[in-house]
Every structure is written in structure tokens, then in C-alpha cells.
């Protein structure tokens, strides 16, 4: 068997304690990106016609 191309020691992960922001939260889904830019877009050829 050959050797590992990659191998990784002492991973781990880390995590932030505390209260949920109100509002404006740091996570956006994909589908609101997308659907944010098809508006934009949609709006920008409507206005160029």
C-alpha cells in the first residue's frame, strides 16, 4: 500500500458561544443570493429598455 499524498494532524474545530444576532445575521442561504441577483438583473434590463 502506498503512502498517504496528504495526512493532517491535531485538527479540530472551533466554536462561538453566545447569543444569536437579532436582525441582520451573518448567514445568507445560496438561494437568497441567487434569487437577489436574478431581481437585480431583472431590473437592470427593464430599466435599459
Known amino acids: ?20 444576532q437579532q436582525g441582520n445575521s451573518c448567514y445568507v442561504a445560496l438561494r437568497d443570493v441567487l434569487s437577489d441577483r436574478a431581481k437585480s438583473l431583472g431590473r437592470r434590463l427593464c430599466h435599459s429598455l
Open 1 to 20: 500500500m502506498s503512502d498517504p499524498v496528504i495526512q493532517f494532524e491535531n485538527l479540530g474545530k472551533k466554536y462561538v458561544l453566545g447569543q444569536q
